[in-house]
């Protein structure tokens, strides 16, 4: 069954530092999401991304944080700056079609800034 | 925006029983129901969905049931076994923007006990 490739799987980083999470999208979809989940919490959009743009975004997704289709597989979420309160596990996800159905989660990324 | 209250959030059964996670939305015009389970260290998967043209679905042991009037949703595992043990989130479609996002539920930590 086709999978949403997420790398790496933990990061650590110092406050103030800059990641950048990767998600290699399922081939045929061309409906890319972020959301994050921090510890405990419930699963909190991020932002969508269509036809190499920005669809939405939440009040989460602030100038720290941009994404990228840098190439024909990779959806790239970058934060900047990295703050504690930015610790959390972050999924990507990736549809074949507007309406969410067939969505597909990623295993995650577990960003820890300390 | 649409807004995703569930119930309950532990939720505790004896293998062989019967488990009930209950969700209600918000927004009137939503048309679109999944319920993913997540495991320690995984993404979310989606293991159910329902429609608002129907009222109920069954896969297995697992059912969705909708009730559009009173806008609430409800999952229903029958003959629990352990590995159903998981954090179960119920959703409901955004479609704020062009391209559609989910809103969660906050959760339910589902234990079943053998």
């Known amino acids: 069954e086709p999978e949403v490739t997420q790398t790496p799987s933990h990061q650590v980083t110092q406050m103030g530092q800059e990641v950048i999470l990767r998600c290699v999208p399922i081939?045929?979809?061309?409906?890319f999401y972020w959301y994050r989940q921090i510890l405990g919490q419930k699963v909190e959009f991020l932002v969508s991304f269509y036809n190499n743009e920005i669809s939405e975004k939440s009040e989460i997704f602030d100038d720290q944080f941009s994404v990228e289709r840098p190439d024909g597989s990779n959806f790239t979420l970058k934060i900047r700056s990295t703050k504690l309160e930015d610790s959390a596990m972050y999924f990507c996800?990736?549809?074949?079609?507007?309406?969410?159905?067939?969505?597909?989660f990623g295993s995650g990324t577990r960003l820890t800034v300390v | 925006g649409e807004n995703v209250e569930q119930h309950p959030s532990t939720l505790s059964v004896q293998e062989g029983d019967s488990a009930v996670i209950k969700c209600t939305y918000s927004d009137s015009a939503s048309n679109y129901f999944p319920w993913y389970k997540q495991e320690l260290g995984k993404g979310p998967q989606l293991i159910i969905d329902i429609r608002s043209n129907v009222g109920e679905k069954k896969d297995q042991r697992i059912a969705v049931t909708l009730n559009k009037t009173a806008k609430h949703f409800s999952l229903h595992i029958t003959e629990t076994q352990p590995e159903d043990s998981a954090v179960y989130f119920c959703?409901?479609?955004?479609?704020?923007?062009?391209?559609?996002?989910?809103?969660f539920g906050k959760g339910t930590k589902l234990s079943v006990k053998p």
């Open positions: 959703a409901a479609p955004n479609y704020g923007g062009s391209q559609g996002n989910l809103i």
């Open positions: 081939s045929n979809h061309l409906y």
């Open positions: 996800a990736s549809s074949e079609t507007t309406g969410l159905v067939g969505y597909t």
